[in-house]
């Protein structure tokens, strides 16, 4: 008789086949499946906002040197390099793109996902649709199921926490993202589907190290380039007639072996083509770090509900989730410090991108003051609480007055989300000081109407900038 064992991995070897043959046969199709009209409409505002971000990052270091790099490697000139005039291979157009567009905290976030998905997804899209010359409603369902099969790669690892497993969600669920992206758009037959996944999990790589970068530099690599680059990469490899491991879920060694934690391998394929992983996703409204945002929230919903002047601010307290307050407390980068940007957007009563990026701030005495008057108190409850990322924050005033307001549902998160005008709005500051305003209004005009685009290479002269 066989073994209580061999049942048992037997079973897992036919429950990782299906996975094989049910990702094989949804990626094979994406591009035909028409989507739902409230997913496209969600799928504009990413993209928008995600163009918006390589635009502001092209002039930040990363952005800066992603370029230099890419123009440095030569190859065929097929793709845009957002913020220069030059083109690139899809691969290197891939990674720049990608590390402008993580080049600070302006992009977008999945929390459930615990990834940041239009920093990888979108450029790996764009790359590809570029280079074989798609339209805009292909780009828009490759990015809808990048976001999807990203955010459902990062859930089967079965990570506990942000801090769980060896290797950092945040790599692997962009990794992931952007080869179903770049899979989807080479129309691919099943069998190099199932090739494409085996190099996609071959190249998966990520090490939570990041969070000691104080450039920002590596940071925009591992969140963005790298997995922008992996998906083209491993799509490309099958284009050029590769072939690969037919279930890379299965067997002695596999991904999950590889990767997870508690492995939910279930999570791959549930309601798969009916469940968007993309109407999960979050635009920031502040062009700072995802655990900030409640916070900025709630200073100005104290501005607009009480009349008081920042001087006669005593004390601040800042309560986040506990696991997410020491990512941005006392941080040497301005945009992902949240005792800086509380006392920064008292102090302006808002906050745009440049003031968020403004390394001479953090040495402005009125800054500083209000800085040493505030407190951050980790909190076990706010890390529970759901929706996710609440904040609270409160002001004792100098006149004996307690101020504080609890944010529940952050602005530009699925429970909150920001309308059409809200996204343009950010992407016109975003782009125009690089574009200009002129040519940030027409590729806002463009995103929206990107479905009858006939080919994404139209959108190229509104990426585009002279050199810093």
């Not at 790599?171 to 190099?199: K, M, Q, T, W």
């Not at 502040?286 to 945002?293: A, L, T, Y």
């Amino acid at each position: 008789m066989p073994s209580d064992t061999a049942d048992t991995d037997g079973a897992a070897r036919a429950a990782g086949a299906q996975i094989a043959e049910t990702l094989a046969a949804h990626l094979s199709s994406v591009l035909d499946r028409a989507l739902p009209e409230e997913v496209v409409e969600k799928a504009k505002h990413h993209v928008l906002d995600t163009l918006a971000a390589m635009i502001s990052g092209s002039r930040l270091k990363p952005g800066r040197l992603a370029i230099r790099y890419a123009e440095a490697q030569g190859g065929r000139p097929a793709c845009t390099l957002v913020g220069a005039r030059t083109l690139a291979d899809p691969v290197n157009a891939a990674l720049a793109n990608g590390i402008m567009a993580h080049a600070d905290e302006t992009d977008d976030s999945h929390l459930p996902g615990r990834f940041h998905p239009g920093c990888a997804v979108v450029p790996a899209a764009l790359a590809m649709a570029e280079s074989r010359g798609m339209g805009g409603a292909d780009l828009l369902r490759a990015v809808a199921c990048g976001y999807d099969m990203g955010a459902r790669f990062s859930l089967a690892l079965g990570y506990a926490t942000p801090e769980s497993g060896s290797h950092s969600s945040h790599c692997l669920g962009a990794n992931f993202g952007a080869a179903a992206a770049a899979i989807a758009l080479c129309r691919f037959g099943p069998d190099e589907v199932r090739s494409a996944l085996a190099y996609a999990i071959q190249q998966a790589s990520g090490v939570r190290f990041w969070q000691r970068d104080e450039e920002h530099v590596e940071k925009a690599f591992d969140f963005g380039g790298m997995g922008a680059r992996n998906g083209v990469t491993a799509a490309g490899l099958v284009a050029a007639g590769f072939t690969g491991v037919r279930d890379p879920f299965t067997g002695r060694h596999n991904f999950f072996t590889a990767f997870a934690d508690e492995p939910r391998p279930e999570a791959l394929v549930a309601d798969l083509g009916t469940s968007q992983g993309l109407m999960q996703a979050a635009i920031k409204k502040w062009c700072v770090g995802s655990p900030i945002q409640a916070v900025l929230d709630g200073i100005m919903a104290l501005h607009e509900a009480h009349d008081f002047a920042t001087d006669d601010v005593a004390r601040i307290v800042l309560e986040l989730p506990d696991d997410r307050a020491p990512l941005v407390s006392d941080r040497a980068m301005p945009d992902i410090c949240v005792q800086h940007l509380a006392a920064v957007a008292l102090l302006d009563r808002g906050l745009g991108f440049a003031m968020a990026h403004d390394y001479a701030r953090m040495k402005d005495p009125a800054v500083l003051a209000l800085r040493a008057r505030t407190e951050l108190r980790p909190s076990a409850e706010l890390t529970r609480a759901r929706p996710g990322r609440q904040a609270i924050v409160t002001l004792e005033l100098a006149d004996g007055r307690v101020l504080s307001h609890r944010t529940r549902a952050v602005h530009g998160t699925p429970d909150n989300p920001m309308a059409r005008s809200h996204v343009a709005a950010k992407a016109v500051d975003l782009a125009g000081p690089v574009v200009g305003a002129g040519a940030a209004a027409r590729l806002v005009e463009a995103v929206w109407a990107l479905d009858d685009c006939p080919d994404v290479r139209m959108l190229r002269p509104l990426l585009q900038a002279d050199p810093l």
